[in-house]
């Protein structure tokens, strides 16, 4: 990554709101000619693309937007944070822009939102999506590692240990993650401000529900990618703890002539840590992959 990143201060200032379900979204869109849907991971938000922006605007009409619950937009504290219902939103983004037809560049968290896309998809027939290229996340729960932090979150204790959280805490599960490239202070103070943006630590555990969503939807959702006929890629950091080269072997295993590009020395976020490498490799995925 050479480009100096952005602030969340000045990603915030080029983007705008919309209302959904009565709560706000953030959302920044540029480019144009195709559309490419940027659906990032848990528990930060779309500032996690800033490091391919430019170069993803000069391709295609990219739309990046915050979940609920996370960065800028709304985190209620009695809400609906499920898989399904971020999905309803992603198809609210879509139609909002009135696309018929998308590729998804997706992270963490994102990929089960996506492998819930795909899944409406094949039950009704449809062909919106075009292709998918996946970054790290739990895309088998059975190979799904989350960090300590993780399962404390999602355990009884998750609302204490939301509280209890601190910027010293996130930067040490940070640096567990990352790869050989030292996460950097502003990379860190950047991805803070936005899990702590509007009190967003007290729907932490209400979000983290996305792991045990992940077991009970297994079926549905690796049937999605085992069976469906959307062209997927996975660029993996291989020396991410949570879904690294663990996860990619058992991609191998059950997707149908998996396509992979496997990056060595990264972690958790290749977006971050090596976004020249996943440009490249997305880029030159959408360019040759077609339903």
Known sequence: MSARLPSVSDWRAQGTTFEWCGQRVFERTCGSGEALLLIHGFPTASWDWSGLWSGLCERFHVIAFDMLGFGFSSKPQRFDYSILNQANLCEAVVGRHRIERYRILTHDYGVSVTQELLARQRDRGSRAIESVCFLNGGLFPETHRPVLTQQLLASPL?????????????????????????????????????????????????????????????????????????????????????????????????????????????????????????LEAALEFFDRARP
Not at 185 to 200: D, K
Not at 235 to 241: F, S
Not at 249 to 266: H, K, T
């Open 158 to 278: 998750g609302p204490l240990i939301a509280r209890l959280s601190s910027f010293r805490t996130f930067e040490a599960t940070m640096k567990r993650i990352w790869g050989s490239r030292p996460i950097r202070t502003e990379e860190l103070e950047a991805m803070w401000a936005l899990v702590t943006e509007s009190e967003g630590l007290r729907v932490m555990p209400d979000l983290i529900g996305y792991m045990e969503a992940r077991r009970r939807h297994r079926e549905r959702w690796v049937g999605a990618l085992v069976h469906g006929s959307v062209p997927l890629r996975l660029v993996n950091g291989l020396d991410d703890p949570i879904s690294g080269s663990h996860m990619v072997a058992r991609y191998r295993e059950l997707i149908p002539s998996p396509d992979v590009v496997a990056l060595a020395g990264v972690g958790h976020y290749p977006q971050l840590e090596a976004a020249d490498a996943v």
